[in-house]
């Protein structure tokens, strides 16, 4: 271990002395009367992009920073097309039409009387990621891997709701809209929304978030984070799908021969150490616990392994419970770091059989234009005094 044996007798006197703020009677309650995390917590933050976009915005969440497998409301990555908009629920509308025997129109207060469930699954945008597809030169998790998080959802079934309208056997493919000033529109499968589909309205316990989709978004676990469209008003059954613009000139992986892939929907198996990791240093020899995250859109994480020489050898890892399908797993592996410099990295394995590629494997398998959908091994080099960079 890296801590010393016994306490000298300095430390010891400086370890059971009286410090000053139990001398003292602590503060009542704070204001404003929402919790706040500790001041000494003040860089624990999203990543903002500088200067922030007019509209294109992007916030990335600190996984280096993160414990167990939950994201906080306040640190859950942003993506929005057109700003957020300020909606009031009161006047919110959520229309069903197409291929449906009833047409109607819900209020939030309709669909907060149907049965509800919670859900704990992970959000990752598809192009998460993205950069190291370039070698580009962000170092930290955040920067690189920031547009993923994993919340505990609160809504009702899309299936529950659709029984109300009444689905024709013709309907194959749904359209769904958002209200803010994109109109963020997305083609779904039926097979998806008749099987997991959500209607959310909370988010880990509390309402929605503004920029999480207040007052109610489509949730649409392990699928690419555009398809769960925010701020959801209108859904469309049909028998084709509708060729949007957030399907045909975004969101699809471009070939080699120019050609584009569609409909790439569940986010593939994947991991990444969070700590150590890029901007990190290691301040001594010694023991380490190498700990990260993995997750995969087509169902429960099998096993992870990790590698402390680059990719020579590799040892499993523990995974921390609870293992759901289509949510964070936390893992764990225990290290000794002797002061060489050293490559560590993870690959995580699916219920489905598949193993997180190398780079290399990516690039193959998509071709070099490839934009989203990144999901190869990420490497962090220690060097011999400590730091951590981006192995890439």
């Not at 801590?3 to 007798?9: G, M």
């Not at 509209?55 to 306040?74: D, E, K, Y």
């Not at 290399?360 to 011999?384: C, E, G």
């Amino acid at each position: 271990m890296a801590s010393h044996n016994a306490f000298s007798q300095s430390q010891e006197k400086e370890f059971i002395e009286i410090d000053p703020w139990t001398k003292t009677q602590g503060s009542g309650f704070l204001n404003p009367p929402y919790g706040l995390p500790s001041k000494y917590e003040k860089d624990v933050v999203r990543v903002i992009p500088s200067p922030p976009p007019t509209f294109l915005t992007a916030s990335r969440t600190p996984l280096q920073n993160l414990h167990g497998i939950i994201t906080p409301n306040g640190l859950v990555f942003e993506r929005h097309h057109a700003g957020i908009p300020d909606i009031n629920p009161d006047q919110h509308r959520l229309a069903i039409h197409g291929l449906v025997d009833r047409p109607l129109i819900f209020s939030m207060e309709d669909i907060m009387r149907f049965p509800s469930e919670s859900r704990i699954y992970f959000l990752e945008c598809s192009g998460n990621s993205a950069a190291e597809l370039k070698k580009a030169s962000n170092q930290s998790v955040q920067q690189i891997h920031g547009l993923l998080s994993c919340c505990e959802w609160t809504g009702v079934r899309l299936s529950t709701i659709l029984q109300e309208c009444g689905v024709r056997p013709e309907a194959k493919w749904v359209l769904a809209e958002g209200a803010d000033g994109a109109g963020m529109t997305r083609s779904i499968p039926i097979s998806k929304v008749l099987d997991d589909a959500l209607l959310v309205y909370a988010q880990n316990g509390e309402r929605l978030r503004p920029e999480q989709g207040y007052p109610l978004r489509l949730f649409l676990p392990g699928y690419e984070g555009n398809m769960s469209i925010k701020w959801l008003r209108r859904i469309k059954l049909g028998t084709e799908p509708w060729q949007t613009r957030e399907e045909t000139a975004a969101y699809t992986d471009l070939r080699s021969d120019g050609k584009a892939l569609q409909f790439t929907f569940p986010m593939e198996v994947k991991s990444v150490i969070t700590s150590p990791s890029g901007l990190m240093k290691l301040k001594s020899t010694g023991f380490y616990e190498i700990t990260g995250f993995a997750w995969s859109g087509n169902g429960k994480i099998r096993r992870v392994e990790v590698s402390t020489d680059g990719g020579a050898t590799w040892g499993v890892a523990a995974l921390q419970e609870p293992v759901l399908d289509k949510a964070l797993v936390r893992f764990r592996f225990p290290w000794i770091w002797n002061g060489n410099p050293a490559v560590i990295m993870s690959r995580a394995i699916d219920t489905s059989g598949e193993v997180q590629p190398s780079m290399d494997s990516v690039l193959k398998a998509k071709s070099a234009n490839t934009f989203y959908h990144n999901n190869a091994i990420q490497p962090w080099r220690i060097a011999a005094n400590g730091e951590v960079t981006n192995g890439r």
